[in-house]
């Protein structure tokens, strides 16, 4: 199962990165949406889209938090030879990786001063379940109401009560990606009456 | 082209770039400083912009720079050609089938589709910083949400004037948070930012900021109850196109006091005269 180290990046890095940013970008920009992104094939348990987000994003100077069993010696040196960035633990991150039980709790992470609120951990939430169901998302990027499956719905509630200081997240499967960025406010998604209630 | 790098920049700085238009998509109209590069072309000539379409730029764009509206002027032909060379992308002067528009000082005035990016350039992205210089002190004041200093200063406007004299870069509140500098451009664009179907994202090359707009993000343009915000315009129809809803440039034609007024859009007013609309001054 395992690539070998060396192989399973982008084969023309300008392009293929240019293209995954876009992705990631759109993403970013318009919460809730699911885009397509591709030319990565890092090894097992990275996802080839979150292996495309970290070579699209990281680089010798990001600090880069492995979680649970995404530390290991076939991800580490993977991420090693093609981008260079250190390995450090979750309070010194920049981008954190894993699946979404291995990541939390969340407080562990940075979430930017209230002067320099960007300086926060954007969490790469992988093998997520990305569909357009599940929280209701309403927010800059978004025209009226988003809908996004999400693990749960209070850690991130309770990350936009933050604003502007929290953190940002990209959900990875597969070949494709969303995000979450800490301005989007979430409530449950329910036909009934009591939809709006949860709102944040 | 194949002695540059796709889109001139190196990796490494695009990657630079690319982290901070995330951060500032996720928290919109506040200024995430980056570490902007020297670039083949004098600050003030929108090395800001530059650098932002070059992050931002994928080989199958089609890319528009307007400087003043104007697709023809000396910037945005330079920064047309500068990435038709280093990397290869299709230009056009159609704002419609632009995916990527490099603007200076406007905004187009056919309303941007879903799909499409506007990289405005801007010279100075702190609002406050002609009322307080220290870089210091603005950022606590962002902190601190405490905008009363560019309150005074329109409400100054109007004690001097009789009423809001701000008629460009007039500051917005975005989101109900952060004040923001929409760039020079005219408070007649001012509307336009909100609600606006595609991306925007603002750079500062010598200032070294990027800040940005998604779509559909709430932007209010800051007045007072009893002196609400005006988009205003010269009160003329287009000389060329006879358009009576677009921003107007005033053009001095003799030395005897003559003028006329045209569409500072160059795209926006040649497609009408293209579709048979002449205005008074049309030949």
């Known amino acids: ?200 | 082209m194949s002695n540059y790098n796709f889109a001139y920049l190196d990796e490494q700085t695009k990657r630079m770039i690319r982290r901070a238009i995330l951060k500032g998509l996720a928290i919109p109209g506040y200024q995430v400083p980056f570490a902007s590069r020297e670039m083949p072309m004098p600050y003030g000539w929108g090395t800001g912009g530059v650098q932002v379409s070059a992050a931002v730029l994928t080989p199958e764009d089609t890319f528009k720079v307007i400087d003043q509206g104007a697709d023809d002027t000396t910037n945005a032909v330079s920064i047309r050609t500068f990435f038709e060379r280093t990397a290869g992308v299709e230009t056009t002067t159609a704002t419609c089938d632009a995916t990527v528009i490099q603007t200076r000082h406007r905004i187009p005035e056919e309303a941007l589709q879903e799909g499409q990016i506007l990289v405005y350039q801007v010279p100075i992205p702190e609002p406050l910083r002609f009322l307080e210089p220290r870089e210091s002190e603005t950022r606590k004041m962002h902190s601190l949400e405490e905008y009363g200093l560019m309150h005074v200063k329109l409400y100054e406007d109007i004690s001097r004037h009789g009423h809001i004299a701000t008629s460009y870069a007039y500051p917005v509140k975005v989101e109900g948070r952060y004040v923001m500098d929409p760039s020079p451009i005219p408070k007649f664009d001012n509307p336009k930012l909100g609600d606006m179907a595609a991306i925007q994202l603002f750079g500062a090359g010598r200032e070294q900021r990027i800040y940005a707009l998604p779509p559909y993000t709430q932007v209010v343009s800051l007045d007072f109850e009893d002196h609400p915000f005006e988009a205003s315009k010269a009160d003329h129809p287009c000389g060329m196109c006879g358009a009576t809803d677009s921003y107007l440039d005033e053009l001095i034609v003799d030395d005897a006091g003559g003028r006329m007024f045209v569409c500072s859009d160059t795209d926006y007013c040649e497609a009408r005269q293209a579709a048979g609309h002449k205005g008074k001054d049309a030949a």
Not at chain 1, 37 to 47: C, T
Not at chain 1, 90 to 112: E, N, T
Not at chain 1, 177 to 197: C, E, H, N, W, Y
Request: charged share 15%; hydrophobic share 45%; proline share 8%.
């Open chain 1, 1 to 200: 199962m395992q690539a070998a180290p060396l192989s399973g990046g982008f084969a023309n890095t300008a392009t293929q990165s240019a293209h995954a940013f876009r992705s990631v970008m759109e993403a970013m920009a318009r919460p809730g949406t699911i885009q397509d992104i591709e030319g990565a094939s890092p090894p097992a348990p990275l996802s080839p889209a979150a292996g495309a987000v970290l070579l699209t994003l990281c680089d010798t100077e990001t600090p880069v938090y492995l979680a649970g069993e995404m530390d290991c010696d076939a991800v580490r040196s993977w991420l090693s030879f093609h981008t260079g960035a250190p390995f450090v633990g979750p309070a010194q991150c920049m981008f954190a990786v894993g699946i979404w039980d291995a990541l939390g709790p969340l407080s562990i992470y940075p979430i930017g001063t209230s002067e320099y609120p960007d300086r926060s951990t954007t969490l790469i939430v992988d093998s997520a379940g990305l569909s357009a169901s599940g929280a209701k998302l309403k927010g800059p990027g978004i025209k009226d109401y988003a809908a996004l499956f999400l693990p749960e719905l209070e850690a991130f509630q309770a990350n936009n009560l933050l604003f502007p200081l929290g953190l940002d997240f990209i959900f990875t499967k597969g070949s494709e990606l969303a995000a979450l960025p800490r301005s989007t406010q979430i409530s449950r998604l329910d036909s009934k009456a009591g939809a709006q209630v949860g709102a944040s």
